[in-house]
């Protein structure tokens, strides 16, 4: 059975045969695109290539690209630990044409590297496949020339949520580059509930996307029209821990030689013997995320990029002291981290003693206050009414005890309570006003960054400063 690593290379290794420049990961922090909290995706470091605002000596790129979704427009952190496909950190295998190739190629390509013999080949009937809703030429091309079953394409539109931001219509912002995407799905058996794309059930565990092809094929003007690209691009992202499923015959992402590594290796250090449990899928997951977070420069404070960092390590560590550590624990995971991670991880192998340094300090001082901190949510979980948690106990726990908002949430979650986030906020304001009125100097605006269209201020130390985050 194919490891992790090999499925990887032989992404690379099959688009490098097919003329594409491999190109090394970019970091995990964006430096050069404040509107973007972290890389979430593949295209992230040829934004300028695909605008025309950047020159490449090659049009045609294929990387494996460390991703993380854990904040901003794509947060998948409330999914770990409750879906099989999804982490905060994760590697997106990508191909990308520059005005190169178009539709047909990329279509071809994936098709052949998915079910090639030498290849990955997969089972060809277990692949279904989504076209945007009109784009009849993708639909012609997976029905006429890759043979699919036309019962096996599914279109689909972009009436989900909010107009052009569906699943099948891709675009970089209000206007630039953007176009129909087409995506690749894998049947996990009947044995696993779930439906097909486009189907209420489409959200199980059974038909998983593994791949997601975008054409850009158009412009957005400012005043919405389209026009179409004279030169279209092909930008593909495939998620590397979905296909290591896939080939090594596991429904989760969890089951996969990284992972049982991770959760066995977390298990041991904790001292834990049901290897099922699902704090260890979570641990396993967010040592990731902060791992090559702190490796890629980001420290963890009280503020933008930090304070989601720190957000996930104190997720981690409660679920550590769910599971009964007795002592830190995290920063312990970091070599087992190295080790399998293979050429994945040489630039987190240079500042180990970094990483574990960094979170052996955030674990000690969380646990100075989880434990009074989850003591006081236990007594006023359990004098909940209409399973909502105030907000001024939410903001107690944050403003005493460093539990962050989601934290809290995250533990209310698991006995059905939500948290009161409204009230939460009003008491936010209220600190808030009384730090300005005390110190009104110390906010800087210059370093802006916008998270979910809201402008968090990466300089503004008086949100948090009056707090006891220690
Ligand atoms: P999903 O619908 O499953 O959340 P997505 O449509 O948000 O996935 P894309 O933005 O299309 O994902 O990203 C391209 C590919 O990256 C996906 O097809 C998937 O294989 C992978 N991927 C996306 N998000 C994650 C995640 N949180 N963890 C692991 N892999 C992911
Ligand atoms: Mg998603
Ligand atoms: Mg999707
Ligand atoms: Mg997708």
């Not at 008491?427 to 906010?443: K, N, P, T, V, Y």
């Amino acid at each position: 059975m194919k490891s992790t690593a090999e499925i990887r290379q032989t992404f690379l290794d099959f688009f490098r045969g097919k003329g594409h420049e491999i190109v090394e990961s970019s970091s995990l922090v964006p430096h050069n695109d404040p509107t973007l909290l972290f890389t979430n995706a593949g295209m992230n470091q040829f934004k300028d290539v695909f605008l025309g605002m950047d020159k490449r000596t090659y049009t045609r790129a294929t990387t494996a690209q460390r991703c993380v979704r854990a904040g901003g427009k794509h947060n998948d952190l409330d999914n770990v630990g409750y879906t099989a496909r999804h982490h905060t950190f994760f590697e997106m295998l990508g191909n990308f044409s520059f005005g190169d190739y178009f539709k047909r190629d990329a279509i071809h390509f994936a098709w052949e590297l998915l079910t090639g013999q030498g290849w990955y080949n997969l089972p060809k009937e277990r692949l279904l496949v989504t076209v945007y809703e009109t784009d009849d030429e993708a639909f012609d091309i997976w029905a006429n020339e890759i043979g699919i079953p036309k019962e096996r394409i599914v279109r689909i539109g972009d009436n989900k949520g909010a107009p052009y931001a569906s699943d099948n219509f891709w675009q970089m912002g209000d206007t630039g580059p953007c176009g129909p995407c087409s995506e690749i799905f894998y049947d996990h058996g009947d044995h696993i509930w779930g439906g097909p794309p486009g189907s209420p059930e489409e959200d199980g565990d059974r038909f998983i996307e593994i791949w997601n092809i975008v054409f850009m094929q158009f412009n957005r003007l400012p005043n919405g029209t389209m026009e179409k690209l004279p030169k279209p691009s092909v930008d593909t992202g495939m998620g590397l821990e979905r296909i290591s499923a896939v080939l090594q015959h596991v429904n989760s992402n969890y089951d996969i030689d990284v992972f049982k590594r991770l959760i066995k290796d977390t298990a041991q250090i904790i001292g834990v013997t049901d290897l099922e449990n699902k704090s260890l899928r979570v641990i396993a997951d967010h040592i990731r995320s902060c791992a090559f977070l702190i490796a890629d420069g980001v420290v963890p404070s009280n503020e933008g990029r930090g304070y989601v960092l720190r957000r996930i390590i104190r997720r981690a560590v409660r679920h550590g002291h769910m599971l009964g550590a007795k002592d830190i624990f995290f920063y312990k995971l970091v070599s087992s981290l190295v080790d399998v991670m293979e050429s994945a991880a040489s630039q987190l192998a240079k500042s180990q003693k970094l990483v574990e340094e960094t979170l052996k300090l955030e674990e000690e001082q969380f646990l100075k206050t989880l434990e009074r901190g989850l003591l006081l949510l236990d007594q006023e979980l359990s004098k909940v009414v209409n399973n909502q948690l105030p907000g001024d106990v939410a903001f107690k726990l944050y403003d005493t005890y460093g539990f962050p908002l989601d934290l809290t949430a995250d533990v209310c979650r698991e006995k059905n309570i939500v948290v009161d986030e409204v009230g939460f906020n009003q008491c936010m304001e209220i600190q808030r006003q009384r730090s300005r009125e005390s110190d009104s100097f110390s906010i800087d605006y210059s370093s802006a960054i916008k998270l979910d269209g809201k402008t968090e201020f990466l300089g503004y130390n008086t949100i948090e400063s009056s707090a006891t985050i220690v």
